[in-house]
């Protein structure tokens, strides 16, 4: 099978798309499979990474906003649509999967016109006014929230899969749960609460954790923190005005990144955490109740909606950016972990959303629609 994958600027939208490819990989291993992107965004890293070829092109997304620059913007994603074309008649895929960001729009018009069949895949709950507009010309869109399937009236097919992700819920004996918490040198006798903003983290969710530490106020909780690389600096600096040592925090434990997220999130009973898709879709796996704080500017305010989903069956608080601070943050956790009998029914409750197989799922309808079965 030869399959180009549409995917760019964030991991929200690169990850699902390694992951499709991977499957593929798995299931047919002569598969030759190249990735569209921009120069610009994730993909640029995380896609050789990977050991896939990365084809780049200049896309924006478009605003409804009168400048100059933007129409500098309209034309060169116009122009990118030939580019793509000119990818698409070198490499003769068999189907083009859209994985998300500006990229999918030039990517599929382009293989719509060399009539090659397309696949989307939406990870929000809310699909944004691109994919609505795209789903039309796709044979398939593939969505990974029920929620979405009203909001796409136009699209020719749905089938609902949910999103692609490496993070499952794990039983740790005690042994294995020690020794993970020892490496981090923090106790094993407090409720843990992760907190995470994202990828590059999250500057409001940083500033009220900072609150958190000192006042003090996490004297019955402990928190396992990644503040975001770029972010690291900014919240050892603060710290520091405020005499604590980020190494030595009192119930805290503070790192950039947190690389075996896994592991952490099992071990976890809280996680605080913006929403985007795939965060939402880890929650649910692990059935973990969670506090979520939704990245506002957004288009069409996709976290809010990913939120909700795990909100409206009572897996989830919502604390809205604006609105966010150390007292009220401190009180939604204190709320949750003091109520041993209500937290394990929100874990319960996130399980529900959990969706199995997702995998063979993707990978079944990419390959009846290369068939040419509808």
């Not at 030039?106 to 939406?122: D, M, Y």
């Not at 398939?140 to 979405?148: G, K, R, T, Y």
């Amino acid at each position: 099978m030869k399959v180009i994958v549409a995917a760019a600027g964030t991991a929200g939208h690169i990850n699902p798309g390694l992951a499709i490819a991977n499957k593929i990989k798995e299931e047919e291993k002569n598969s030759d499979i190249i990735f569209i992107g921009t120069n610009r965004g994730l993909e640029n890293d995380l896609v050789p990474r990977a050991g896939y070829k990365l084809k780049t092109i200049e896309a924006y997304g478009l605003s409804k906003k009168i400048s100059l620059d933007n129409l500098k913007k309209i034309c060169t994603t116009l122009k990118a649509t030939s580019k793509a074309r000119k990818i698409i008649k070198e490499f003769k895929p068999d189907v083009i999967v859209g994985a998300g960001g500006y990229i999918c729009g030039p990517v599929v018009w382009a293989g719509k016109k060399e009539k090659i069949p397309i696949v989307l895949h939406e990870s929000n709950a809310y699909p944004g006014k691109a994919v609505k507009h795209l789903a039309k010309k796709a044979n398939v869109v593939l969505i990974s929230f029920e929620e979405a399937r009203e909001r796409i009236p136009n699209a020719k097919k749905i089938v609902f899969t949910g999103t692609p992700v490496k993070i499952q819920k794990r039983d740790y004996t005690k042994e294995e749960k020690d020794k993970i918490l020892k490496e981090l040198k923090i106790e094993n006798d407090l409720p843990i609460i992760l907190v995470f903003g994202g990828s590059q983290g999250a500057q409001k969710i940083n500033e009220a954790i900072i609150g958190i530490l000192t006042k003090k106020l996490n004297k019955k909780y402990q928190i396992i923190w990644a503040t975001g690389p770029k972010q690291y600096d900014i919240v050892k600096e603060e710290l520091n005005k405020k005499s604590i040592d980020i190494g030595n925090v009192f119930n805290a434990k503070i790192l950039p990144y947190i690389y075996n997220m896994e592991e952490i999130m099992n071990i976890s009973n809280v996680i605080v955490s913006r929403s985007g898709a795939m965060t939402i879709t880890e929650i649910s796996n692990l059935g973990k109740p969670s506090i979520l704080i939704p990245l506002p500017n957004v288009s069409q305010n996709h976290q809010l909606r990913n939120a909700e989903v795990l909100q409206k069956i009572g897996a989830a608080k919502i604390i809205l950016n604006d609105k966010l601070n150390e007292e009220n943050l401190n009180q939604e956790i204190s709320e949750i972990i003091f109520n041993k009998k209500n937290m394990e029914n929100m874990g319960k409750k996130a399980l529900t959303k959990s969706v199995k197989n997702v995998q063979e799922k993707i990978y079944n309808e990419i390959k009846k629609i290369v068939k040419g079965e509808k």
